[in-house]
C-alpha cells in the first residue's frame, strides 16, 4: 500500500516514539533503554516534570518518597521525612530523566497519529517521526472533567476546575463549594476552609483512612487485594480513593471543617438549589471531579471511545497493532496512574514491545 506523500517528508525514524514525558513516559523510558531499541520521549511541556508542574502550591503527596518512586532509583526523603511536596517530585523526576540519560524532546505537540503499512507517522509542530511502535504517555491533566450540572453556563461566579488552581488566598472571604471527594477534594478542602466559607459536596460520604495509614500501606492492601482475583470470583475493584489524613487534613479535622453535603441540584446566576428547593448565594466553585485522558491525537486512528478510553488488553490498543498506553488509570494496568504502580505497566509494555517488534511482520 503506497503511504500517503505528505508523510513522507523526510521524517525521522526510529523503533519506539513514547509521547509524553512525565511519570509515565519517564518509567516506559527506563526499561526502553534496557532492551536496546532507539527511542525518543516527546513531551508538551518547556521544562521537566509533567503535570506535577501544573499542581497547586500546597499540594503534597499522600505516601513517603520511598513508596513513591519510579522503576530504579528511589525518590530522595525530604530534610522532615514527611510527605513529599509538589517541587520535590518536580525536582525527582527532572533528576530521574538526566539520571538515565533518557532522550526527550521538548516542547513538543502532537497534531496526530496515523497508520502506515509498518508502523506509524507522527506530526508534530517540530517535524514529523515514523515509529515502529507509539507508546502514549500523556496522561489526563490537560482534560479536566467537569459533570454537567443543569445551569452550570448561566452561573455568574468563578469556576474553577482543580487542573487550574492554586492556591486560596483570591477566594479569601468569599463563598465557596468545593466539589468532589478523594484526596484532592480533601487538600482544597481544607486548605479553601481556612479562608473562606466553605462547603464540601461530594456523591457520598468520604471515606478517611486511619491516621497511620498513608499511601504506601493503602498501595499494598489494594495490591493484595487485586492479586487475591487472580483465579476467582470476580470482585470490585481494589480502590486507591480513600482518603489519606495528610497534616492539612487531620488540621481541618481539628477545625471541625471535614463534613460534606450531598450534590445540588442545579445552578442559578448567583449560586446553587439544593436537593429540596432551597437556594443559596455562592461566589465559587471548585471543581475537583477528575480528568479525561489527553488523546486527542489519536482520533485519526478511529480508536477513541465516547469516554475518551481506547480498548486495551493491559496496555496494547486491540484495535491498533503498535499502539500502547501507559498510567492512565486502572483500565491501563492496576495503579497505573500513581508514581509507585506505573512501574509494573511500563516494564510489562517494554516486554511486549520488544516481543512485537521482533516478530517477522513488525
Given at each position: 500500500?503506497?503511504?500517503?506523500?505528505?508523510?513522507?517528508?523526510?521524517?525521522?525514524?526510529?523503533?519506539?516514539?513514547?509521547?509524553?514525558?512525565?511519570?509515565?513516559g519517564?518509567?516506559?523510558?527506563?526499561?526502553?533503554?534496557?532492551?536496546?531499541?532507539?527511542?525518543?520521549?516527546?513531551?508538551?511541556?518547556?521544562?521537566?516534570?509533567?503535570?506535577?508542574?501544573?499542581?497547586?502550591?500546597s499540594?503534597?503527596?499522600?505516601?513517603?518518597?520511598?513508596?513513591?518512586?519510579?522503576?530504579?532509583?528511589?525518590?530522595?526523603?525530604?530534610?522532615?521525612?514527611?510527605?513529599?511536596?509538589?517541587?520535590?517530585?518536580?525536582?525527582?523526576?527532572?533528576?530521574?530523566?538526566?539520571?538515565?540519560?533518557?532522550?526527550?524532546?521538548?516542547?513538543v505537540?502532537?497534531?496526530g497519529?496515523?497508520?502506515?503499512?509498518?508502523?506509524?507517522?507522527?506530526?508534530?509542530?517540530?517535524?514529523?517521526?515514523?515509529?515502529?511502535?507509539?507508546?502514549?504517555?500523556?496522561?489526563?491533566?490537560?482534560?479536566?472533567?467537569?459533570?454537567?450540572?443543569?445551569?452550570?453556563?448561566?452561573?455568574?461566579?468563578?469556576?474553577?476546575?482543580?487542573?487550574?488552581?492554586?492556591?486560596?488566598?483570591?477566594?479569601?472571604?468569599?463563598?465557596?463549594?468545593?466539589?468532589?471527594?478523594?484526596?484532592?477534594?480533601?487538600?482544597?478542602?481544607?486548605?479553601?476552609?481556612?479562608?473562606?466559607?466553605?462547603?464540601?459536596?461530594?456523591?457520598?460520604?468520604?471515606?478517611?483512612?486511619?491516621?497511620?495509614?498513608?499511601?504506601?500501606?493503602l498501595?499494598?492492601?489494594?495490591?493484595?487485594?487485586?492479586?487475591?482475583?487472580?483465579?476467582?470470583?470476580?470482585?470490585?475493584?481494589?480502590?486507591?480513593?480513600?482518603?489519606?489524613?495528610?497534616?492539612?487534613v487531620?488540621?481541618?479535622?481539628?477545625?471541625?471543617?471535614?463534613?460534606?453535603?450531598?450534590?445540588?441540584?442545579?445552578?442559578?446566576?448567583?449560586?446553587?438549589?439544593?436537593?429540596?428547593?432551597?437556594?443559596?448565594?455562592?461566589?465559587?466553585?471548585?471543581?475537583?471531579?477528575?480528568?479525561?485522558?489527553?488523546?486527542?491525537?489519536?482520533?485519526?486512528?478511529?480508536?477513541?471511545?465516547?469516554?475518551?478510553?481506547?480498548?486495551?488488553?493491559?496496555t496494547?490498543?486491540?484495535?491498533?497493532?503498535?499502539?500502547?498506553?501507559?498510567?492512565?488509570?486502572?483500565?491501563?494496568?492496576?495503579?497505573?496512574?500513581?508514581?509507585?504502580?506505573?512501574?509494573?505497566?511500563?516494564?510489562?509494555?517494554?516486554?511486549?514491545?520488544?516481543?512485537?517488534?521482533?516478530?517477522?511482520?513488525?
Open positions: 500500500m503506497p503511504e500517503p506523500a505528505d508523510l513522507m517528508q523526510t521524517p525521522t525514524a526510529i523503533d519506539v516514539l513514547v509521547i509524553g514525558a512525565g511519570q509515565s519517564l518509567a516506559v523510558g527506563y526499561y526502553l533503554r534496557r532492551v536496546g531499541l532507539s527511542f525518543v520521549l516527546l513531551d508538551d511541556q518547556p521544562q521537566p516534570g509533567g503535570a506535577w508542574q501544573h499542581g497547586w502550591d499540594l503534597r503527596l499522600f505516601s513517603p518518597a520511598d513508596a513513591s518512586s519510579l522503576p530504579g532509583w528511589l525518590m530522595p526523603r525530604p530534610p522532615d521525612n514527611g510527605f513529599p511536596a509538589r517541587a520535590a517530585v518536580i525536582d525527582y523526576l527532572t533528576q530521574y530523566e538526566a539520571r538515565y540519560a533518557l532522550l526527550v524532546r521538548r516542547p505537540r502532537v497534531a497519529v496515523r497508520r502506515l503499512t509498518a508502523g506509524f507517522v507522527v506530526q508534530t509542530d517540530a517535524g514529523t517521526w515514523q515509529a515502529r511502535a507509539v507508546v502514549c504517555a500523556t496522561g489526563s491533566w490537560s482534560q479536566p472533567y467537569i459533570p454537567p450540572y443543569p445551569g452550570r453556563e448561566t452561573f455568574a461566579g468563578v469556576q474553577l476546575h482543580s487542573a487550574r488552581y492554586q492556591d486560596a488566598t483570591p477566594f479569601a472571604g468569599k463563598r465557596v463549594l468545593v466539589v468532589g471527594g478523594g484526596n484532592s477534594g480533601a487538600q482544597v478542602l481544607a486548605e479553601m476552609s481556612r479562608v473562606a466559607k466553605t462547603t464540601w459536596v461530594t456523591e457520598q460520604e468520604p471515606r478517611f483512612l486511619p491516621d497511620d495509614v498513608d499511601g504506601r500501606v498501595f499494598m492492601q489494594a495490591t493484595q487485594r487485586y492479586h487475591a482475583q487472580v483465579g476467582a470470583a470476580p470482585l470490585p475493584p481494589p480502590t486507591l480513593g480513600d482518603v489519606v489524613m495528610v497534616d492539612s487531620r488540621e481541618a479535622r481539628r477545625r471541625g471543617a471535614l463534613g460534606s453535603v450531598r450534590p445540588f441540584a442545579r445552578f442559578t446566576a448567583t449560586g446553587v438549589v439544593w436537593q429540596g428547593g432551597r437556594e443559596e448565594a455562592v461566589d465559587a466553585v471548585i471543581w475537583c471531579t477528575g480528568f479525561r485522558p489527553a488523546l486527542p491525537f489519536l482520533a485519526g486512528l478511529g480508536v477513541v471511545l465516547a469516554d475518551g478510553r481506547v480498548a486495551t488488553a493491559g496494547r490498543a486491540t484495535a491498533a497493532p503498535g499502539l500502547w498506553l501507559v498510567g492512565y488509570g486502572s483500565w491501563t494496568g492496576f495503579a497505573s496512574a500513581t508514581l509507585i504502580g506505573v512501574g509494573r505497566s511500563a516494564r510489562a509494555t517494554v516486554d511486549e514491545i520488544k516481543e512485537f517488534l521482533a516478530a517477522p511482520e513488525a
